[in-house]
């Protein structure tokens, strides 16, 4: 038996695309337990590259299994499109894709909200998907679920009812047209029929699989440093991206889980809004963004870049429980003389003992860097540890004491062989 939680230990953008299609090779089930369409996650196969967004991964290794749990915000047309998409690539889904009974749906008012909110004064940066309004109604207890359309009676009921509380919100407080009831009822009932072949009680499946011995590989999307619990919160995501979400939002209980595999960039990015201590908004920030091709694979928004945060590392690690490490993007660095490592924060002369989630205290933080040379060599041929250069070793070797983590996989490029075991 073995059950694997994979966690972006960052803000997002690790790489956890890839490391899931490279992990996903030893695993019968991939699971993704939170977030929504607002992730994308990129893998390149020879000359292909897929951004998927809902369905994990997995689903480009023929003999994995995909489950998209109760923790997941379904976007009905992100999903067709993606099943469509895969379809059109002779990639099967049939058979291979369930769905979480449990899971909660993106209705057309939650992404107007999303959209309208992100327009005014108080932006933190969202995707305008309408992941946060919809987890605002799963925790409203007004949420719409899967399961609901198995019932024509109780989603119509339920539609109706949202709708006449969303359309007051538009009409009074938005000054925006109404939303046509008929017309969402008439969409969500031909999706029903399009994706009721996938849908399944997720947890009782899961857990077989776990007493019959099968693997399973937990994904999360976003990063820790997004979770709405643990992050740098309000900018943050509106799930539970660190391993405890894991067992929320696929059902499987805390005790079944094996090890916890966390992701890093061997830089540090951000999207969005929010204080970022390690930020470079000089030539070299837009040097990595220009070398790491940093923009968003869901907005394309480009990515805020900055120095290898091992202090903010060292409190992922803490938080998730996290057992080994996989290093991503580390060609990224091979042009740069010097190249910097955060080890800790001072605030106000002090040196913090622990990292500050709270933003009005991160936004002051001045961070403490210790400076290693670079490698100026390109390492994105390297086959295996040993061929890469002695300053390349030494920089991982770094991270790892500074930042508390164990690097057992090395990701240098987009490819699947441009990965090797440390």
Known sequence: MSVTVLVGSQWGDEGKG?????????FEIVTRYQGGANAGHTVRIGDKQYILHLIPSGILRENVICVIGNGVV??????????????????????????????????????????ISESGDNKIGTTGR????????????????????????????????????????????????????????????????????????????LNTAIAEGKSILLEGAQGALLDVDHGTYPYVTSSSPTSGGACTGSGIPPNKIDSVVGIVKAYTTRVGYGPFPT????????KLRKIGVEYGATTGRPRRCGWFDAFLVNYSAMINGINSVAVTKLDVLSNFEEIKVCIGYE????????????????????????????????????????ELPEATKDYLKFIENKAGINIKIISIGPKRQQTFYK
């Open 130 to 205: 309408g992941i946060g309004p919809c987890y605002i109604d799963k925790y409203a207890r007004k949420g719409i679920k899967i399961v609901d359309l198995l019932n024509r009676k109780v989603l119509e009921e339920k539609i109706r009812e949202n709708l006449k509380e969303k359309n007051n919100l538009l009409k009074k407080v938005y000054e925006h047209e109404e939303l046509d009831v008929e017309e969402i009822i008439k969409q969500y009932v031909e999706f029903d029929k399009a994706i009721d072949k996938y849908i399944k009680d997720v947890p009782a499946y």
């Open 279 to 286: 930020e470079l908004l000089d030539d070299e920030g837009e």
């Open 18 to 26: 890839k490391i899931v299609d490279i992990l996903s090779e030893n």
């Open 74 to 115: 379904i976007d009905p047309v992100a999903l067709l499109d993606e099943i469509k998409l895969l379809e059109q690539n002779n990639i099967k889904v049939d058979g291979r894709l369930f769905i979480s009974h449990n899971a909660h749906l993106i209705m057309p008012y939650h992404k107007l909200l999303d959209s």
């Open 347 to 386: 605030l106000d002369g002090k040196q913090l003992k622990s990292f500050p989630t709270d933003v009005e205290r991160l936004s002051k933080v001045k961070p403490i860097y210790e400076t290693l040379k670079g490698w100026n060599k390109d390492i994105s041929e390297c086959h295996s540890y040993s």
